[in-house]
């Protein structure tokens, strides 16, 4: 049973905004378009390894995917945890073209595609690392003792997997993505009897879950990106153009004349991963090109958000942690 959807990150909904509201010659550009290219491709794997999963017994198996916990004044991050009542198994996925070659010497996993070398961090060290946050975690919230295995899943079959002659132990801890229910299989084999009770397992899942926060990290710090830079007003969905022009209680594109009623929401969902987690009436007019507080009073109303203060304190309080339209099942996930 899927106990933790996985859902699009939302460092990969910021960098869509990003570009979204950069001008097509801001010098970050080509920058943001490469980091979202490898964030997506990161996405992909994560997903791809969804239909070896779901072969597993739903009544037997508990899964959580993206888990990012606080412990020890940091946080620890998981791609996907695999739960039953003998054993959990922490997955990280790495979705990889050409040859992946994991290096004991340097500790380094060496990417091979197209004659060029790119050096990366060594997953086989990250997932022992999250072993043992995750074994301390459980103890610093009383949780039985269950073992805990990992390994790196490398889901893109045409990946080639090499390492030196002396590391022969890799291949019990990187597999491809098709081996990945033949290890399960075999852990389950290994365990003789149950370590926890199935009121343990929904309770460490439960705390998890309560637990899990998501990184909101600031991209226009991180990229040196003023707020001034980013584009403002609602943009055509039919041509990119802004800003469109607010007639009679819809939006008008003056470039293709496309009309559609709800074009602002999208903008504000960009204001919230861009800017702040909320808005007033004066900051929704600046930022939509609307000229009337009274049409920016309803359209904020229409929207049934929560709010903070009163009369011009008025803060209307943007979220889109929780949207179903992040969840990663759709044919086309929207660009938010």
């Not at 996907?80 to 290096?103: N, R």
Request: proline share 6%; with cysteine; hydrophobic share 35%.
């Amino acid at each position: 049973m899927i106990e933790k959807e996985r859902i699009i990150p939302r460092i990969i909904l910021i960098l869509q905004a990003l570009l979204r509201r950069l001008p097509l010659n801001h010098p970050k550009l080509h920058m943001i378009t490469e980091e979202l290219g490898k964030r997506m491709a990161g996405f992909k794997g994560e997903t791809a390894l969804d239909y070896s999963l779901s072969f597993l017994d739903p009544k037997k198996y508990f899964i959580l995917h993206d888990l990012r916990i606080p412990h020890k004044e940091s946080f620890f991050q998981m791609d996907t945890l695999l739960f039953t009542s003998k054993f959990i198994l922490i997955i990280e996925v790495k979705y990889l073209a050409g040859t992946a070659y994991f290096d004991p010497v340097f500790n380094q996993l060496i990417q091979i595609k197209d004659g060029n070398e790119q050096a990366l961090p060594d997953p086989t060290l990250q997932i022992k690392r999250q072993e043992s946050q995750l074994i301390s975690w459980l103890s610093k919230h009383g949780f039985p003792n269950l073992p805990i295995y990992s390994c790196v899943v490398m889901s893109n079959d045409r990946t080639i997997i090499k390492t030196s002659p002396a590391n022969k132990s890799l291949n019990k801890i990187v597999i491809h993505r098709h081996s990945l229910l033949n290890k399960v299989k075999y852990i389950e084999d290994s365990m003789r009897k149950e370590t926890a009770t199935p009121k343990d397992v929904k309770k460490i899942i439960r705390t998890l879950k309560r637990k899990h926060e998501e990184s909101k990290p600031s991209i226009l710090e991180r990229f040196n990106i003023e707020d001034k830079d980013l584009l403002k007003g609602v943009i055509c969905v039919a041509c990119n153009h802004r800003p469109l022009v607010r007639k009679h209680g819809t939006w008008f594109c003056l470039k293709c004349d496309s009309r559609n009623n709800d074009a602002h929401i999208q903008a504000l969902k960009d204001y919230e991963l861009l800017i702040a987690p909320t808005i007033n009436n004066s900051e929704l007019r600046e930022y939509l090109v609307v000229d009337s507080p009274y049409v920016a009073k309803r359209l904020l109303q229409s929207l049934n958000l929560p709010t903070t203060g009163t009369k011009k304190g008025t803060q209307y309080i943007l979220s889109s942690d929780e949207s179903p339209a992040r969840k990663h099942k759709q044919k086309n996930p929207p660009t938010i």
